[in-house]
């Protein structure tokens, strides 16, 4: 599931040229989104009963909002995007969707494995990962700020137990990037 997560996520840039590109990615954002939070509903770490999460989710959704907050007026104005409502709901729709794949199903299949080292791995394997899958996208001058971007939101993983507190935060940061570009 990861591995065709990934791969669907690495063709995406290719896809926005084909005819009723919208459309496709829509459908393949879905279709990753739910095999990945089917995938991830098992998934052991934080947030299990065996790992209670650390900090409570809204203060955990507080302090990733206000860092997605304060990094927009930091940046800027950043490259144009569409800003129509089809462009808010597929950048929800791929927010929650990466969320499902990176925080859900990677970052609880990473955890799984190396348990006996702790959070540290899947943090920083599902940021590495996320980060890298968007080079493709975005180019590798964005890296630095993916891999930031995926430390956050996989810190909120761990930190809230949760796939979907990190989902909520990258989908405000998505909506942020198309209504205030």
Not at 37 to 64: E, I, K, N, Y
Not at 86 to 97: D, G, I, P, S
Not at 125 to 143: E, K, R, T
């Amino acid at each position: 599931m990861v591995a065709a997560g990934c791969a669907w996520l690495l063709l995406r840039p290719g896809l926005w040229t084909l005819p009723g590109a919208t459309a496709v990615l829509a459908a393949g954002y879905l279709a990753l989104g739910v095999a990945a939070a089917r995938s991830s509903a098992g998934a052991t770490g934080h947030g299990t009963a065996a790992w209670p999460a650390p900090l409570a989710w809204p203060a955990v959704l507080a302090a990733g909002l206000a860092a997605v907050a304060a990094a927009n007026l930091v940046a800027g104005a950043g490259f144009a995007l569409r800003s129509d409502l089809v462009a808010l709901a597929l950048a929800t729709e791929a927010a929650v969707a990466e969320e499902a794949l990176f925080r859900g199903a990677l970052y609880g299949l990473l955890y799984g494995f190396l348990e006996r080292f702790g959070p540290v791995p899947a943090v920083a394997g599902s940021a590495l990962a996320f980060a890298l899958l968007h080079v493709p996208l975005y180019g590798m001058a964005a890296l630095p700020v993916d891999l930031g971007a995926g430390l956050l939101l996989s810190w909120q993983r761990w930190a809230s137990g949760r796939w979907t507190v990190p989902a909520a935060t990258h989908a405000a940061a998505n909506l942020l990037a198309v209504i205030s570009r």
